[in-house]
């Protein structure tokens, strides 16, 4: 009966060192699409948090970019001395380089100019939000590997 038992502990010991760990993919993952690799380590909260997160960075720095007529659009990072919000009187009126975002009861509109500051911002959230993705893939898979290689180790002694 003990050598069965010292058997199975070999067998899984094996198959923990044999089989490719887990953190890894997890930040393969997450490299690609932020969140996806704590989805994939069944984090769903946190994977949730981490892709709205990135998302918001993207749809910022798209915004920010208006009008986005080509692919180097994107990479202008031109100040606007009159970015931010502004009120309209008319529905007619046209604002330059801005977005209409409602249109009031009374005729008012209101308008957004797009801004340096929220752009380079949004770039920077989504740069962090994917490194932290990627760090915590790995980090987290990582630690519970070490946890359970200390385990097996100590159980075996």
């Known amino acids: 009966m003990r050598e069965s ?38 984090r769903l909260i946190k994977a949730f948090i981490v892709f709205f997160i990135f998302l918001t960075g993207v749809v910022l720095f798209y915004l920010n970019s208006y009008p986005v007529r080509e692919l180097s659009d994107l990479f202008k990072f031109q100040s606007d001395a009159s970015s931010g ?11 330059d380089n801005a977005i209409q975002l409602w249109t009031f009861d009374d005729g008012k509109s209101l308008w957004f100019r797009p801004s340096m500051f ?20 790995w980090r987290v ?6 946890r359970t290689y200390q385990r097996n180790r100590t159980s075996a002694i």
């Open 118 to 137: 929220l752009k380079v911002t949004a770039l920077l959230q989504i740069v962090l939000c994917w490194f932290y993705a990627v760090y915590d893939g």
């Open 5 to 42: 038992a010292s058997q199975y502990q070999s067998d899984a010991n094996e198959q923990i060192q044999s089989s490719p760990p887990r953190s890894y993919t997890a930040m393969i993952l997450s490299g690609i699409i932020p969140g996806l690799g704590q989805l994939y380590l069944h």
């Open 141 to 146: 898979e990582h630690e519970i590997d070490i």
């Open 85 to 95: 919000f502004v009120a309209g009187d008319s529905d007619d009126m046209v604002i």
